[in-house]
């Protein structure tokens, strides 16, 4: 009787459960969804770069035609760009603010990330939350407080009052200090047992294990002070230190109809922006994940 129930059983169609196939499609309509939404929002991001690349290739008369791809490919724009106005001076300039501004706040932000996430101190706390809170700051509400200071400190018109300003950044030390809350004790424990003081761990033990956040930041700092205009356009009237942008913006002013020359120079600014990201894309995302920034 259980070997005729059991044969009964097997030979019996297997019932579909209700909805299986629905779901599965739904699933599957919804993937597809998103990645015809990936692809279109891909493509308003790369249309814009590519439709500045082209137009820096095209003459005067064509950049306005509103076509992508130009009828006659000229380089004449980059030789304007570079023989008319000094513009490898304004690269120069950016390079030599972003990088000095990039390594300076590497070294005091991961110092003081460490202390306040691993060294206990009256205050600790507090003084987080006041430097968490100046991310509710906005630049334009500091920029004449900045300004006057700067002017008291004749830091004004030198490299001085555009980097010393600009190393200070609440987000790379909120940044840092949420991944040294995740690096294991017990490496520090151990190194305090051989012997190592707070230094001796921070340098030989922290930092080297920072590095996939220190390339992340890395990067921010350096496009944020490459792409800085406001407070160079204030801190500084002499032309030896222009910046990048100052310069695109001037040259903007002074040949208003010429965008071709102004789309080749912003694609010459643009080049090393580009490939920084790709470069360190990884190590960008990498840093957001370890630091707790779901």
Known sequence: MASETATATATEPRQAVPGGRGRGGRLRGGRIGLVVLAAVLAVLAVLPLLYMVTGSLKTRDQVTDGKLIPHHVTWHNYQYVFTQVPFTRYLLNSFFISAVVTIAALFFHSMAAYALARLRFPGRDVLFGAIFATLLVTAP?????????????HLLDSYAGLIIPAIFNAFGIFLLRQFYLGLPRELE????????????VYWSVVLPLSRPILAALAVFFFLANWNAFVWPLVATNNPDLTVVQLGISAFQ????????????????????????????????????KTSGLK
């Open 189 to 200: 424990e151990a190194a305090v047992i051989d012997g190592c003081g707070y230094w001796r």
């Open 253 to 288: 002013s002074q040949y208003t109809s010429n965008w071709n020359y102004i789309l080749a120079a912003a694609t010459v600014a643009a080049i090393p922006m580009l490939v920084l990201f790709f470069a360190f894309q990884r190590q960008i995302v990498e840093s957001i």
């Open 141 to 153: 509400v500091v920029l004449i407080p900045l300004f006057l200071v700067a002017r008291q400190l």
